[in-house]
């Protein structure tokens, strides 16, 4: 056990400043540990969000020393002895108050995210198939919704007014598992991301795939496939052809209308 | 997030309240928007993050994919065994018929589960059920569910909006705690609550509310439970007017982390023993042969060559002993560790790195290996885990009507952890995500039909100032700062109420939960109403004190062991007490406790089983066909057995 130095930011929407806190830290401990001490020892009403403390829930996102992480999967041995660990809130959502922000934008634009399109011709139960093809999906629906690639990708993380035309990794990752779900009805994903959610300002700098802790491979396997068969689609002349000809109005789909 | 309105309670209503946005509520939620009605999802946390998240193994379901002679009958009949033959039996013949078509509807909602060779969900082995049973995605299968049914109320909400609906039809409000519900003549009239982000104050008006607040595991210090796990809807139930059942019935889960200490208690997936790791002591053998019960002999196999059999010939042999349902698994674990035959951190081995490949263990067991390589620095492909039991589970809850869901106060329904009686004393795993899907969807239903039939409910001023000052009180409090109450109460829970119970213990444990009661009303908050977790943890600190002295006074009039409640002082199975469910009431500030005659399962149902298995739990008269001891085995109807627990 030894004692080490925490600056924690503390604060709400109209401001705040850094809280210095000396708290005793046990070996195997985590940053959350640490919070968690801060709570119950020097300041109760701290406030952070968690729920599993195991990396499966994806609620204590934060930063530390400026770098996007899950406060539960941060390992204090990661940081030398006599160094003094920064915590500070998500930087690309408005504070709520100290190391809690307001991370519904993300929601807004689930909410805009045209659903699964189940096949008209098949009952439940009768749903075949092929763990390869299911396995591509499978990857992004590992994705614990941490938004640590929401807070990190700079067309946001800077840009608040990049925000409305934008998505985001975590939905474009969505896109890209429903694009890839063997059975969804829609074929319109790819246009979808790239007409509406902004797919086209990405410009592949991986800072998301670098944060993510479930190991996604966010630009390799969503971000640039989808990417690529867009460019392909339409830069192929017959299918600009096509495109212009039927597109209007989009391929009518039954279900699933965007507010 | 102004602040401005911080002093205005503000009001909503709707058809359908859900409180609880994990597994069942939101399944509750589908149902009831579904059946045309107005619908509003209180989420504790933000909306996906719920405790199902943490569920690994997968969801029972006899779907027969990968043994075809599984069917629902072979799965109430595990389910009993499990519980030890207490179970609600009309909730677990329900649960067996109909978990089947709630899990493949999920597919229609997008979910993707792991397949089989011919492109069906894939299913796996679990603990305690006789055929490969467990729909599953990796050892994620809580994370697919929860956000398979977010994103179909997402869905729902899209229609909603492409019908013009206006957007309050289907609503979830994150981030936000229920402290009170409001009853005028044993009927339901709404609920109380405040947002976290804000502090500010909720009242909702709701001719039916559905209460699906999950689990107590907060109350003991050693759990796998999320911090939301603080008997909110068990609490809030009692409160009420409702009636809780089994409530000393505890799961102790047998494999949790238990290093580094910062871990200790987080979940290490049943499947991993489903998958082909054993259990080893510090001397290095196989103990889990020396623990099979006289019940389960005829299902176990008593040695290694046959129990490694069966993995790949479970037809012609009997199955490993690792498989035993949990609370055997965690009793043997713990004696282990007693006994002085535990690892240097005081659990076992849970060994699958010398049997199994490394592409195996990584393929099938992708969460666990993450988890003991980033938090213990520990390759489970190389060497065995450190495990030992957890507070995983508690089977008792809120009593309901099996087909309706429905509670003792007239429109207040319950679904999933919350409520009691479909697991009896101890539950199989998987067992849980299949019942938060069947009976979710019943409370839906039944909430919905409910609120049709239902007057508009109205909620009076004077109510809603009380629960305002009510929910203040720890800012004018002088005393304790909740974090160590807390302590203090998981301290008592940990050392007295555990795994192994005693009547002496359990006293003790009373009488010190007596004394904390002063201390917990006295609790004070320091800071300001927006997100203040001191504040929270002091408002939900009476709802753990309660179902902390419910569990300590169940379990000492239990004079037996069964399941989930382990008596040293009363080792062993009575079958008197198998005719019997231990009920809480609250009256006033007093807990009360009653015993209740356990239903009598239907002559049908008992016809499942062999009567030498029933002779093992049961008196002779509660099973015997006909007159004579040698009854044919047909499933006739026995007059005098109705007549005796009706």
């Known amino acids: 056990m030894s004692t080490r130095n925490f600056r924690v930011w503390r604060g709400d929407a109209d401001g705040g400043d850094f809280a210095d806190f000396d708290v005793a830290v046990n070996e195997g401990e985590v940053i959350l540990d640490v919070v968690h001490r801060i709570q119950a020892e020097q300041a109760p009403d701290l406030a952070v969000r968690w729920n599993c403390k195991a990396g499966k829930c994806g609620s204590c996102s934060a930063e530390v020393n400026g770098m996007p992480r899950l406060m539960c999967m941060t390992r204090m041995n990661l940081f030398e002895e006599g160094e003094t660990v920064t915590i500070t809130p998500l930087r690309t959502f408005p504070v709520v108050r100290d190391l809690v922000t307001d991370v519904s934008f993300n929601y807004e634009k689930a909410r805009e995210m045209p659903a699964f399109a189940p096949p008209a011709d098949l009952k439940p139960g009768e749903y075949r198939m092929s763990q390869v093809d299911v396995e591509r999906s499978q990857e992004f629906r590992k994705c614990i919704e941490c938004f640590l690639c929401q807070n990190t990708c700079h067309v946001v993380r800077d840009h608040e007014e990049n925000k409305p035309p934008f998505s985001g990794p975590r939905l474009f990752i969505r896109a890209a598992e429903l694009d890839m779900h063997p059975l969804d009805a829609r074929g319109d994903r790819r246009e979808t991301a790239q007409d509406d959610q902004g797919l086209g300002l990405c410009n592949i700098t991986k800072c998301c795939t670098e944060v993510c802790p479930e190991h996604i491979k966010i630009t390799d396997n969503a971000i640039i496939p989808m990417k690529e068969r867009v460019a392909g689609d339409r830069y192929d002349p017959l299918v600009w052809l096509g495109r212009k000809i039927f597109r209007k109005g989009k391929q009518p789909k039954a ?5 | 997030m102004s602040d401005n309105d911080i002093n205005d309670v503000e009001h909503l209503a709707c058809d359908v309240l859900v409180i609880g946005a994990g597994g069942a509520g939101l399944r509750a939620a589908v149902e009831a928007r579904l059946a045309g009605k107005s619908v509003i999802v209180i989420s504790k946390s933000l909306f996906g993050k719920a405790h199902t998240v943490m569920a690994e193994g997968g969801a029972a379901a006899a779907m027969g994919n990968v043994n075809s002679k599984d069917n629902w009958q072979v799965h109430f009949r595990d389910t009993l065994r499990g519980g030890k033959f207490l179970n609600n039996y009309r909730m677990a013949e329900l649960h067996a018929q109909e978990a089947p078509d709630r899990i493949w509807e999920l597919e229609t909602y997008g979910a993707l589960f792991d397949r089989t060779a011919d492109g069906k969900i894939s299913q796996r082995n679990f603990g305690g059920h006789e055929y490969p049973r467990l729909a599953h995605v990796g050892d994620r299968t809580g994370l697919e569910l929860i956000r398979t049914l977010q994103q179909k109320l997402v869905s729902l909400q899209q229609d909603d909006a492409e019908a013009g609906e206006p957007r309050s039809m289907l609503q979830v409000i994150d981030e936000t705690t229920i402290t009170e519900l409001f009853v005028e003549n044993g009927t339901i009239k709404g609920a109380f609550g405040y947002r976290r982000g804000t502090g500010r104050f909720m009242a909702i008006s709701a001719p039916a509310i559905v209460l699906a607040t999950g689990g107590i595991g907060r109350s003991f210090k050693v759990t796998s439970n999320s911090w939301e796990y603080t008997g909110d809807g068990h609490a809030l139930a009692l409160r009420a007017g409702a009636k809780l059942v089994n409530m000393e019935f505890i799961q102790f889960h047998p494999t949790g982390m238990v290093w580094p200490p ?15 790791g054993i259990l080893k002591n510090s001397e290095g053998q196989r103990f889990m042969f020396d623990y099979i019960p006289e019940v389960f002999k005829a299902q176990y196999a008593d040695n290694p060559d046959e129990a490694d059999r069966w993995y790949t010939d479970p037809d012609n042999n009997r199955r490993p002993p690792e498989l035993l349902p949990r609370d055997e698994v965690a009793r043997a674990i713990n004696s282990e560790v007693k006994e002085g035959r535990g690892t240097e951190h005081g659990g076992v081995y849970l060994d699958i790195a010398s049997r199994r490949s490394a592409e195996y263990v ?3 067991l992708p969460s666990m290996y993450h988890q003991f390589k980033e938090l213990a620095d520990v390759d489970i492909t190389a060497e065995p885990m450190e495990v030992g039991p957890t507070c995983h589970y508690i089977m008792g809850g809120i009593e309901v009507d099996a087909d309706t869901t429905a509670s003792a106060v007239a429109g207040l329904f319950a679904a999933g952890e919350v409520s ?54 720890p800012f004018g409090n002088d005393g304790e700062n909740p974090y160590a109450l807390q302590n203090a109460l998981q301290a008592i829970n940990g050392r007295l109420v555990g795994i192994i119970r005693k009547a002496g213990e359990l006293e003790e444990a009373l009488t010190e939960l007596a004394l904390l009661k002063e201390r917990i009303a006295n609790v004070s908050a320091i800071g300001g109403r927006a997100y203040n977790p001191g504040w929270h943890l002091a408002l939900d600190l009476r709802n753990m004190y309660v179902c902390s002295v419910a569990t300590a006074l169940a379990a000492l009039e239990r004079d037996e062991s069964r399941g989930g409640h382990t008596r040293e002082d009363a080792p062993g199975m009575n079958p008197e007490w198998r005719k019997i469910n231990l009920v809480i009431t609250v009256d006033g500030e007093e807990v009360r406790l009653a015993r209740q005659a356990v239903p009598t399962m239907t002559p049908e149902l008992l016809g499942l089983f062999e009567e030498s298995e029933l002779a093992k739990y049961m ?28």
Not at chain 2, 421 to 438: A, I, K, P, T, Y
Not at chain 2, 631 to 638: D, I
Request: glycine share 12%; charged share 30%; no cysteine.
């Open chain 1, 255 to 259: 279900d699933s209308g965007v507010e």
């Open chain 2, 262 to 276: 910062s871990v200790r208690g987080i979940l290490v997936t049943e499947s991993v023993r489903g998958d082909g």
């Open chain 2, 362 to 364: 990584r393929e099938r």
């Open chain 2, 420 to 473: 009691g009686g479909m697991h009896g004393s101890n539950r199989l795993g998987g067992n849980s995500l299949s019942d938060l899907l069947v009976f979710g969807k019943r409370a839906g239903e039944y909430a919905a039909e409910h609120a049709t039939a239902a007057e508009p409910s109205k909620l009076t001023e004077e109510q809603i100032q009380a629960a305002a000052q009510d929910a203040l009180q």
């Open chain 2, 619 to 646: 008196t002779p008269e509660e099973f015997r066909r006909s007159d004579g001891p040698e009854a044919s085995p047909k499933p006739t109807a026995p007059e005098s057995t109705e007549a005796e627990e009706a």
